[in-house]
């Protein structure tokens, strides 16, 4: 029972290291001090409505601009990131933000690689113990046919050997 501890001990530790990381990975850091940096940082996380690939922080067009001094004036008015997020999903659709809601449909796109990773490595463990276990090995039983098919290959290969029985 002992050494069975031991050897849960290793991944039990990976675990808590990969947790660990994850909790300060997504931890966020104080909000940005400046206006200019706080605008950066909302505008950041919407897409541009008229660029394909690019943040409105990113892009130069004229939407991006406007909606980045929309931002400016929303923030300089008090309000959240939440209730500027908020207004631009009413006002363009949920597709402008960078990252999807955790609601509806957009649920499935944050459960669904959490889903798949749990299934790669619940498959993984599977394998391992069969593999552990032997399931996976194939039988070393041999055949009469079997052993006098490798005798009259090491015959003439040049071995006058006989295959151990």
């Known amino acids: 029972m002992r050494s069975r501890w031991r050897s849960w001990v290793p991944w039990a530790l990976l675990l808590a290291v990969a947790i660990a990381a994850l909790v300060v990975g997504t931890h966020r850091s104080s909000a ?11 505008a950041s996380e919407v897409r541009c409505p008229v660029c394909e690939g690019q943040s409105a922080a990113q892009s130069q067009s004229a939407a991006s601009l406007q909606i980045r001094d929309q931002i400016r ?12 997020l908020a207004g631009l999903v009413r006002a363009y659709g949920p597709s402008i933000l960078e990252k999807p809601e955790a609601t509806g449909v957009g649920l499935v ?5 959490v889903l798949a990773l749990l299934a790669g490595v619940g498959g993984l463990v599977i394998a391992f ?37």
């Open 129 to 165: 113990r069969r593999w552990r276990s032997g399931m996976a090995r194939p039988s070393s039983t041999l055949s009469d046919d079997d052993r006098r098919l490798v005798d009259e290959a090491l015959v003439a290969g040049g071995r006058s050997e006989q295959a151990p029985a």
């Open 109 to 113: 796109v944050w459960v669904l690689p």
């Open 73 to 84: 004036q929303e923030l300089s008015g008090g309000e959240s990131e939440g209730q500027i």
């Open 32 to 42: 940005p001090v400046s206006l200019d940096a706080r605008v950066m940082h909302v």
